[in-house]
């Protein structure tokens, strides 16, 4: 651990951080060594405290060991709960050993004023020089730690910060909106608005630092830091407790070690043990900004420690009460500012009595600041406060109600006399305890006998030690604090009756997870707004109480039970919201259903519109689906508002319904089943007489035409019903176009049938139409409702042309085995006669093969006539004959003149052969032909 690094600040500190004890030795990383227990208390019987000049409360009179003067123990700033160990110097001797010192115990100013550049100049060279080769964070980090571990060791000559660099006068690194020159980019004009930019945050509307009048550098302002390698910042928290927020504009990083708040009490235990006489003799030592102690020797005292580096373009924010320190890896440059919450009063009231104990004067007064909000509203611009800051004002405001009560009243009864004072225009100083140093905003109690000293209404009897008359001074009658604190409450209450009355109007319960609205009982006093259970364990554990709504409710939508909110009423509760209200989550969902309903809402009246346009005609537009019409129905119904075009969809959707019984009625061959519905004439739902619809579905076989011109009038009619209809029911024309297409079906193959009984067909047509029957008898088997009447119609065609279509199979396979045995005319011509009415393509193979026997055959009695009747050249050649023969051979077929033919081709051959005998010779042949050929006599 380190009292304080070896570096100097740009900025000079506060003049009294180190008054009331004398700076011990820097102790070691493992702890400071035990100091001497002597006591120093000389004789104070005629001494007077230098503050209070009085020479009363000897006992607590202690000397200075140095100039012999006297101080009230209560009277240093801070005071002192006992007299120190060791030598004891008084604040002037040692502000005066401070100044002959250099290296004191805190940082120092320093002597040289530096320009950007020039300060980033020397903090690189002594980056480089000090660094041979580059380094990287850890080993940056691990470096600094060395350096404090070994504290007045150090290897290098010095460190200077430029931290705490006013704003105001050197300007910030972000634009800021009063100073902006009008001609700015686009860019600078959003960031100078941005609610992030430092400059804005503290005056933000939910901000409780917005109503603190005094610009409060650090505070309300932000600070610029220019930093260098190992430069510092050591543990601490925020003033107030309050937020920080940190953004690196440039350079290298900077390393942060944080201690969440609910370790703050492990980590003040920790460092109590670890320096315990320096945390004796300055109780405040943790606010003064200057000791360091090793993350590790935390963690080791289990105190929770986290680390981050924080890089160019990134915010660093702090929680209120998280102690947090770090130092710089090199040349950068920061800027940062503190700021609050609503949800922060009860995180600030804590740390004013932490400030108390300490006896540490606070920047501001949050009693003040709470009586500004109330007045604010008691002034009539309720409008103008955050209702969660209202509520949490509230709150701070009973407290402090209760408490002037209670001591007025007691201070009352012995005798103290009360008058009005303006607290708001003394200096500070003034008004501040003598005792805890809290600021006397509403209420302070003086004595006579020391002038102008005034201690808060809780250490009245502290003032002084005399026993002359007081006086109570206040700002306000508790009748004017009652009201301050009804206007809060009201502005409060305002944001809550408005969430109840919504919750109402929605039907949404106040169980579980919602957001709790309790109406404000009569006479219940103080700021509710929560349960009292909520803001007792929140009081209790320091904690931040929770806020009006949560975040985590889920959408209203789905919370709602009441289902017939008209949209008029949803609307004008929106509207009702205040301005200040619309970063409240209750509001954003309630902004979000409404914008729910509207678009639903418009959405049914486009398709209401849409569906009344198709149905007049006079739109082209694609008709809405019916899948689409029930899912908006649905929505409707589950809609938070009431709907009323929806109706108009579910009548749609009754006719449809209608419309589609009667579409099933008709295909299934029923002309008379259903009754017109809501939008559907009788006419549309019924064509044909119950008895005469009943009669002919009753008819069992073949429907005839009568029936069939019946069922296609109503098929059609039905269709154009459904083409007319706003809705697209895509399923019933389908069915409505099967229907048809089954009638078509059926009406070609009755033709067909009608026309095979009067003359042949092809085969190949019946096995066609048969094809489209039997298909037709599928689809009636997937619609099982549509059989019955159909299927009855459909049985006697099919069985027909199954009929025909096996006469006709039977034929072929006779015509194949007979044209496979080599048969004679007399049997194909018998096959030809037996041919049936389905005609087969083998028909056209058997005529032709019968056409060309008759053809040979034809031939052979011409030649054998000729042959018979002719004389000399006249007769036919051998030559001939056999040319007749191998033509009759490749027909395959018995032929009938082939016998006589071969015989005299035969004798022909044989006469041939004698005359090659008798001649011989080669060409013997061609006379023996010629012979043959051309020879007169009886051949």
């Given at each position: 651990a380190?009292?304080?690094?070896?570096?100097?600040?740009?900025?000079?500190?506060?003049?009294?951080?180190?008054?009331?004890?004398?700076?011990?030795?820097?102790?070691?990383?493992?702890?400071?060594?035990?100091?001497?227990?002597?006591?120093?208390?000389?004789?104070?019987?005629?001494?007077?405290?230098?503050?209070?000049?009085?020479?009363?409360g000897?006992?607590?009179?202690?000397?200075?060991?140095?100039?012999d003067?006297?101080?009230?123990?209560?009277?240093?700033?801070?005071?002192?709960?006992?007299?120190?160990k060791?030598?004891?110097?008084?604040?002037?001797?040692l502000?005066?050993?401070?100044?002959?010192?250099?290296?004191?115990?805190?940082?120092?100013?320093?002597?040289?004023?530096?320009?950007?550049?020039?300060?980033?100049?020397?903090?690189n060279?002594?980056?480089r020089?000090?660094?041979?080769?580059?380094?990287?964070?850890?080993?940056v980090?691990?470096?600094?730690?060395?350096?404090?571990?070994?504290?007045?060791?150090?290897?290098?000559?010095?460190?200077?910060?430029?931290?705490?660099?006013?704003?105001?006068?050197?300007?910030?690194?972000?634009?800021?909106?009063?100073?902006?020159?009008?001609?700015?980019?686009?860019?600078?004009?959003?960031?100078?608005?941005?609610?992030?930019?430092?400059?804005?945050?503290?005056?933000?509307?939910?901000?409780?630092?917005?109503?603190?009048?005094?610009?409060?550098t650090?505070?309300?302002?932000?600070?610029?830091?220019?930093?260098?390698?190992?430069?510092?910042f050591?543990?601490?928290?925020?003033?107030?407790?309050?937020?920080?927020?940190?953004?690196?504009?440039?350079?290298?990083?900077?390393?942060?070690?944080?201690?969440?708040?609910?370790?703050?009490?492990?980590?003040?235990?920790?460092?109590?043990?670890?320096?315990?006489?320096?945390?004796?003799?300055?109780?405040?030592?943790?606010?003064?900004?200057?000791?360091?102690?090793?993350?590790?020797?935390?963690?080791?005292?289990?105190?929770?420690?986290?680390?981050?580096d924080?890089?160019?373009?990134?915010?660093?924010?702090?929680?209120?009460?998280?102690?947090?320190?770090?130092?710089?890896?090199?040349?950068?440059?920061?800027?940062?500012?503190?700021?609050?919450?609503?949800?922060?009063?009860?995180?600030?009231?804590?740390?004013?009595?932490?400030?108390?104990?300490?006896?540490?004067?606070?920047?501001?007064?949050?009693?003040?600041?709470?009586?500004?909000?109330?007045?604010?509203?008691?002034?009539?611009?309720?409008?103008?406060?955050?209702?969660?800051?209202?509520?949490?004002?509230?709150?701070?405001?009973?407290?402090?109600?209760?408490?002037?009560?209670?001591?007025?009243?007691?201070?009352?009864?012995?005798g103290?006399?009360?008058e009005?004072?303006?607290?708001?225009g003394?200096?500070?100083?003034?008004?501040?305890?003598?005792?805890?140093?809290?600021?006397?905003?509403?209420?302070?109690?003086?004595?006579?006998?020391?002038?102008?000293?005034?201690?808060?209404?809780n250490?009245?009897?502290?003032v002084?030690?005399?026993?002359?008359?007081?006086?109570?001074?206040?700002?306000?009658t508790?009748?004017?604090?009652?009201?301050?604190?009804?206007?809060?409450?009201?502005?409060?209450?305002?944001?809550?009756?408005?969430?109840?009355?919504?919750?109402?109007?929605?039907?949404?319960?106040?169980?579980?997870?919602l957001?709790?609205?309790?109406?404000?009982?009569?006479?219940?006093?103080?700021?509710?707004?929560?349960?009292?259970?909520?803001?007792?364990?929140?009081?209790?554990?320091?904690?931040?109480?929770?806020?009006?709504?949560?975040?985590?409710?889920?959408?209203?939508?789905?919370?709602?039970?009441?289902?017939?909110v008209?949209?008029?009423?949803?609307?004008?509760?929106?509207?009702?919201?205040?301005?200040?209200?619309?970063?409240?989550?209750?509001?954003?969902?309630?902004e979000?259903?409404?914008?729910?309903?509207?678009?639903?809402?418009?959405?049914?009246?486009?398709?209401?519109?849409?569906?009344?346009?198709?149905?007049?005609?006079?739109?082209?537009?694609?008709?809405?689906?019916?899948?689409?019409?029930?899912?908006?129905?649905?929505?409707?119904?589950?809609?938070?508002?009431?709907?009323?075009?929806?109706?108009?969809?579910?009548?749609?959707l009754s006719?449809?319904?209608?419309?589609?019984?009667?579409?099933?009625?008709?295909?299934?061959?029923?002309?008379?089943?259903?009754?017109?519905?809501?939008?559907?004439?009788?006419?549309?739902?019924?064509?044909?007489?119950?008895?005469?619809?009943?009669?002919?579905?009753?008819?069992?076989?073949?429907?005839?035409?009568?029936?069939?011109?019946?069922?296609?009038?109503?098929?059609?009619?039905?269709?154009?019903?459904?083409?007319?209809?706003?809705?697209?029911?895509?399923?019933?024309?389908?069915?409505?176009?099967?229907?048809?297409?089954?009638l078509?079906?059926?009406?070609?193959?009755?033709?067909?049938?009608q026309?095979?009984?009067?003359?042949?067909?092809?085969?190949?047509?019946?096995?066609?139409?048969?094809?489209?029957?039997?298909?037709?008898?599928?689809?009636?088997?997937?619609?099982?409702?549509?059989?019955?009447?159909?299927?009855?119609?459909?049985?006697?065609?099919?069985?027909?042309?199954?009929?025909?279509?096996a006469?006709?199979?039977?034929?072929?396979?006779?015509?194949?085995?007979?044209?496979?045995?080599?048969?004679d005319?007399?049997?194909?011509?018998?096959?030809?006669?037996?041919?049936?009415?389905?005609?087969?393509?083998?028909?056209?193979?058997?005529?032709?093969?019968?056409?060309?026997?008759?053809?040979?055959?034809?031939?052979?009695?011409?030649?054998?006539?000729?042959?018979?009747?002719?004389?000399?050249?006249?007769?036919?050649?051998?030559?001939?004959?056999?040319?007749?023969?191998?033509?009759?051979?490749?027909?395959?077929?018995?032929?009938?003149?082939?016998?006589?033919?071969?015989?005299?081709?035969?004798?022909?051959?044989?006469?041939?052969?004698?005359?090659?005998?008798?001649?011989?010779?080669?060409?013997?042949?061609?006379?023996?032909e010629?012979?043959?050929?051309?020879?007169?006599?009886?051949?």
């Open positions: 380190a009292s304080a690094a070896s570096a100097g600040r740009v900025i000079k500190p506060d003049p009294d951080y180190v008054l009331g004890f004398e700076p011990p030795p820097v102790p070691s990383p493992m702890g400071s060594a035990a100091r001497s227990a002597n006591l120093h208390l000389p004789d104070v019987g005629n001494e007077v405290c230098e503050v209070c000049n009085s020479g009363d000897a006992a607590e009179m202690l000397l200075c060991d140095m100039c003067k006297g101080y009230h123990l209560y009277c240093l700033s801070p005071p002192l709960e006992k007299v120190p060791g030598d004891w110097r008084c604040p002037l001797c502000k005066e050993k401070c100044n002959q010192t250099p290296n004191v115990y805190a940082f120092n100013e320093s002597a040289t004023e530096y320009d950007l550049v020039t300060f980033g100049k020397m903090a060279a002594i980056r020089q000090y660094f041979k080769r580059s380094a990287d964070e850890a080993a980090e691990q470096e600094f730690w060395r350096l404090v571990a070994n504290q007045g060791h150090a290897d290098i000559e010095h460190v200077e910060y430029g931290a705490d660099l006013q704003v105001k006068d050197l300007g910030s690194g972000f634009p800021r909106a009063w100073a902006l020159d009008p001609a700015a980019s686009e860019h600078d004009q959003e960031i100078s608005k941005h609610p992030w930019n430092p400059n804005n945050i503290a005056r933000l509307p939910s901000s409780p630092l917005r109503f603190v009048s005094a610009d409060i650090g505070m309300t302002i932000p600070w610029l830091y220019v930093g260098m390698m190992f430069s510092s050591c543990w601490h928290v925020e003033d107030h407790w309050t937020f920080s927020i940190n953004y690196l504009h440039w350079g290298a990083p900077k390393t942060w070690y944080g201690i969440p708040s609910s370790g703050a009490s492990k980590f003040e235990a920790a460092v109590q043990k670890l320096l315990p006489e320096l945390m004796d003799e300055q109780p405040d030592l943790l606010q003064q900004l200057v000791t360091l102690v090793s993350p590790s020797m935390l963690l080791d005292e289990g105190v929770p420690v986290f680390r981050t924080q890089h160019p373009g990134e915010f660093v924010v702090t929680f209120p009460r998280s102690y947090h320190a770090g130092f710089n890896q090199g040349f950068n440059f920061a800027e940062a500012v503190n700021f609050a919450t609503p949800e922060w009063f009860p995180m600030g009231r804590e740390c004013e009595g932490y400030y108390a104990r300490l006896k540490r004067a606070p920047v501001f007064s949050q009693t003040e600041l709470a009586c500004k909000l109330a007045a604010h509203c008691l002034e009539g611009r309720a409008t103008d406060i955050d209702v969660r800051m209202a509520h949490f004002a509230a709150k701070e405001l009973a407290l402090v109600l209760v408490n002037e009560k209670e001591m007025r009243s007691r201070l009352s009864s012995v103290v006399v009360s009005m004072c303006d607290l708001t003394m200096d500070d100083d003034a008004r501040t305890c003598v005792v805890c140093s809290c600021m006397c905003c509403l209420s302070g109690v003086t004595c006579a006998c020391t002038g102008d000293r005034m201690a808060c209404i250490h009245a009897e502290q002084c030690q005399c026993t002359g008359p007081r006086t109570l001074r206040h700002l306000h508790l009748e004017t604090l009652e009201q301050l604190l009804a206007s809060l409450e009201a502005r409060g209450h305002a944001f809550r009756d408005w969430g109840a009355d919504l919750l109402a109007l929605l039907g949404v319960a106040h169980v579980g997870h957001p709790q609205l309790p109406s404000r009982e009569p006479g219940s006093g103080g700021a509710t707004g929560l349960a009292d259970s909520d803001d007792a364990a929140a009081s209790q554990t320091g904690s931040v109480a929770p806020t009006i709504t949560h975040t985590t409710c889920p959408p209203l939508s789905e919370l709602a039970t009441n289902h017939s008209p949209l008029s009423a949803l609307r004008g509760a929106v509207d009702r919201a205040e301005t200040a209200w619309r970063h409240e989550p209750l509001v954003a969902r309630a979000q259903l409404l914008s729910e309903e509207v678009a639903l809402h418009a959405k049914v009246a486009a398709f209401v519109a849409t569906m009344a346009s198709r149905s007049s005609g006079r739109s082209r537009a694609r008709r809405p689906s019916l899948s689409t019409a029930r899912a908006l129905v649905e929505e409707a119904r589950n809609s938070t508002c009431a709907c009323p075009d929806a109706h108009a969809i579910e009548q749609a006719d449809a319904a209608n419309l589609c019984a009667r579409t099933e009625a008709v295909c299934v061959g029923t002309t008379a089943t259903s009754t017109a519905g809501p939008g559907l004439s009788s006419a549309a739902c019924s064509t044909e007489s119950p008895a005469a619809a009943a009669a002919a579905s009753s008819t069992p076989g073949i429907v005839d035409e009568d029936d069939e011109a019946r069922m296609e009038r109503q098929l059609r009619h039905v269709r154009e019903q459904l083409e007319a209809f706003p809705l697209a029911m895509q399923a019933s024309v389908a069915m409505i176009d099967e229907c048809l297409e089954a078509d079906v059926r009406r070609r193959v009755t033709d067909f049938l026309a095979a009984s009067e003359a042949p067909v092809w085969l190949q047509q019946v096995e066609d139409h048969l094809d489209s029957l039997q298909q037709h008898q599928q689809q009636l088997q997937q619609h099982q409702q549509h059989q019955g009447h159909q299927r009855r119609a459909i049985e006697p065609l099919l069985s027909q042309l199954r009929a025909l279509s006469e006709g199979r039977a034929w072929e396979s006779q015509a194949d085995a007979i044209l496979a045995g080599a048969p005319a007399a049997a194909l011509r018998q096959l030809l006669a037996s041919a049936p009415r389905a005609k087969s393509t083998k028909l056209a193979t058997v005529s032709s093969k019968l056409k060309k026997i008759d053809d040979w055959e034809s031939e052979a009695r011409q030649l054998i006539e000729a042959a018979e009747q002719a004389k000399g050249d006249h007769r036919p050649t051998p030559k001939a004959l056999r040319q007749l023969l191998q033509r009759g051979q490749r027909l395959g077929m018995q032929l009938g003149a082939k016998a006589q033919l071969d015989a005299w081709l035969g004798e022909a051959d044989r006469l041939v052969d004698r005359l090659r005998v008798t001649f011989g010779g080669p060409g013997c042949s061609q006379a023996s010629a012979v043959v050929g051309g020879g007169g006599g009886g051949g």
